[in-house]
């Protein structure tokens, strides 16, 4: 079993990558407490309907629970020829919890 649930706030605006196919993949970082000190980021990528939702919903700063999969995404470093990995959450459903101004004004 392969299952993910993240709760954070995002820390950019969602981007949008479209592909000849017509398909459309929604990329953001996730910003997620581990403790009052530590805050790890993670990559997360959303397609369909659930990428629309973080596009036109998430903007930075949004609250937002996430379920889906850990995956890898791999490629060759253009630079060094190395290969290089890292870790991506595909998401597979998102609620939205509070936006920035929410969380602002208490």
């Known amino acids: 079993m ?3 649930i993240l709760v954070g706030n ?12 017509g398909a459309s993949k929604v990329m953001v970082t996730l ?4 403790t009052k000190e530590i805050t790890d980021w993670f990559d997360i990528e959303a ?19 996430v379920k889906g999969s850990l995956k890898v995404d791999s490629w060759d470093d253009v630079k060094t020829g190395n290969k290089r990995e890292k870790p991506v959450i595909l998401v597979e459903s998102i609620e939205i919890l509070s936006s ?3 969380a602002l004004n208490g």
């Open 10 to 21: 995002t820390g950019q605006e969602p981007t949008v990558k479209y592909f000849e196919s």
């Open 47 to 65: 397609w369909g309907k659930t990428g629309d939702i973080l596009i036109n919903y998430v903007p930075k700063g949004t609250k937002i629970a």
């Open 100 to 102: 920035k101004k929410e």
């Open 31 to 34: 910003a997620v407490r581990r």
């Open 2 to 4: 392969n299952t993910v």
